[in-house]
């Protein structure tokens, strides 16, 4: 994310790869639509009474668009066909403005995105209010100990 730079959210509930936000993130991506930054995922676990609640965010860049070009003439092709042009990646490159092809980028770019999740762990999210104002401090899964207790000092520190 840049200073100035607009935001626009997918949120979810759940994991970000059983999630409808995942169709919706693929279908930005692969119409042109551009994360804010690499840092696009906010995936978090947090204990509420009991009871785990997984909640997602998705970034992307307020300004980035998708532009749609259909030019083409209706068709009627056979299964054989779409398998052809689907695997071809130089027809797709020759055609970007077909539906195959933005299936085919669809299909890639899900792919992708189930790798990218698979290889993270949500941040534990721990939220305290007072009733007037609400902190909430984020720690990741992999942090040590001494590293989780010094997050958790900061956080109470940071409410007094």
Not at 7 to 17: A, E, L, V
Not at 20 to 29: H, K
Not at 48 to 74: C, I, K, M, Q, Y
């Amino acid at each position: 994310m840049e200073k100035g730079q607009g935001i626009t959210f997918i949120k979810g509930t759940g994991s970000p790869i059983q999630s409808p936000t995942l169709g919706q993130v693929s279908v930005a991506l692969a119409s042109g639509i551009a994360f804010s930054s690499d840092k696009c995922l906010l995936d978090t676990v947090e204990d509420r009474d009991g009871v785990l609640h997984r909640e997602h965010v998705w970034t992307f860049d307020a300004d980035s668009t998708a532009t749609f070009r259909p030019n083409f003439p209706a068709e009627t092709i056979t299964l054989a066909e779409l398998v052809k042009r689907f695997d071809d990646v130089e027809w797709c490159r020759a055609n970007p403005d077909h539906p195959i092809s933005y299936m085919r980028a669809l299909w890639g770019t899900r792919a992708g995105l189930v790798k990218r999740v698979k290889e993270r762990k949500p941040l534990e999210k721990i939220t305290e209010s007072d009733g007037e104002h609400t902190s909430i401090v984020l720690i990741p899964q992999d942090a040590t100990d001494e590293e989780r207790a010094e997050m958790l000092r900061e956080f109470e520190q940071a409410r007094q």
